[in-house]
């Protein structure tokens, strides 16, 4: 089944903002796909359940949200798993208020979807569909009507536009703030010395005996002859893979880069004072004997800004959209009157 959608990343504190901005359709000329059917809510879908500045919100789109938030309704027999429901239901409620006072915020600024990016929109999701005529089954069929899913959709754009210029333009950072940020916070993007390690481990249990540990060192000791003539990554790592006795052997023994401080300090020791392609000596740890590989090292290294700057820029225009949405939506839930019923 084929569904065409209108994609809108709002994001509130971390959230996405999915309301009616998020509006399958599903084309008609695709096999239908047998999905069972929603139960019926506890409430009828017209039910009033909210009034945000007189305007009534409905059983029937909080149910509507709440399949947005959880994307396994349908194949949860068309219910949100009593587990959740609590919360899904509550996180659902807060959008849709939120989504109406966004919306009737863009209504007093008077603003319109510019004509062009309307029929763009438009355009792109008629293409999905074979014809014209497809189109405007898949629309009444969910939505009543062409003009009633025309008419969410529009509402859905408006309340993106809303939040792009109250929220989303408002989160730019420039390279000034970027570099400061660098300099008041260069310990972070010190990166310490590592070593690209390979393993092969010959186990003991926590309570070995005496004699059991030393049956697992003539094992290890066997081993360090074959690890010590392995001179490539493949030739160790198919070892790690026929002797090793954890969980890394399916991994070829490869634990990738390994950073000091990352490990205990009876491998560090060993492990920091070898040189690229050295296998070690049998190391003695609390679960077992391991046999080690420096495939490669890293000196420690200051991360230059050059380097972080993309980074820090989403962390910190992440902060900014954060911070920008919630004094957006304190200000709105402070102007208006919402009513829960």
């Not at 420096?294 to 420690?300: F, G, I, R």
């Not at 225009?317 to 911070?323: G, L, M, S, W």
Request: glycine letters at 4%; zero cysteines; a positive charge.
């Amino acid at each position: 089944m084929k569904k065409i959608f209108l994609i809108t990343a709002i994001f509130l504190v971390g959230l996405p903002l999915r309301l009616l901005a998020q509006m399958p359709l599903e084309s008609s000329h695709q096999p239908a796909i047998s999905v069972p059917a929603p139960e019926a809510s506890a409430k009828p879908p017209l039910t009033e359940i909210a009034r945000v500045n007189g305007v009534a919100l409905t059983e029937g789109q909080l149910d509507q949200e709440m399949q947005r938030l959880f994307p396994y309704y349908s194949i949860h027999g068309g219910r949100v798993p009593p587990s959740a429901e609590g919360d899904i239901r509550q996180k659902a409620m807060h959008q849709l208020v939120l989504h109406e006072l966004i919306y009737q915020e863009a209504r007093r600024r008077n603003l319109q979807v510019p004509p062009l990016k309307w029929q763009k929109h438009l355009q792109q999701i008629r293409q999905g569909f074979p014809s014209r005529q497809a189109y405007e089954a898949a629309a009444t069929k969910q939505y009543g009507s062409v003009a009633a899913y025309e008419s969410t959709l529009r509402r859905a754009m408006l309340v993106e536009q809303l939040w792009d210029a109250e929220v989303t333009r408002k989160a730019v950072v420039t390279e000034q703030a970027e570099r400061a940020y660098y300099q008041s916070h260069k310990e972070q993007y010190l990166r310490p010395e590592a070593v690209w390690l390979q393993t092969i481990t010959i186990a003991f249990p926590a309570t070995a005996t005496a004699e059991q540990k030393q049956e697992a060192r003539k094992i290890a000791e066997q081993a360090l002859v074959k690890a010590k003539a392995a001179k490539t990554y493949d030739a160790f790592g198919s070892l790690a893979e026929q002797l090793s006795q954890d969980d890394w052997r399916v991994m070829m023994g490869d634990h990738g880069w390994v950073h000091r401080g990352a490990v205990t300090p009876d491998l560090e020791q060993a492990l920091f004072t070898m040189k690229k392609g050295e296998t070690s000596a049998v190391v003695e740890t609390s679960t077992g004997y391991l046999i080690l590989r420096a495939n490669d090292y890293q000196p420690k290294r200051q991360m230059p800004f050059a380097e972080m700057a993309k980074s820090i820029r989403q962390r910190l225009q992440t902060e900014q959209r954060d911070k920008r949405a919630k004094e957006f939506e304190q200000l709105l839930r402070t102007k208006g009157k919402i009513e829960m019923l």
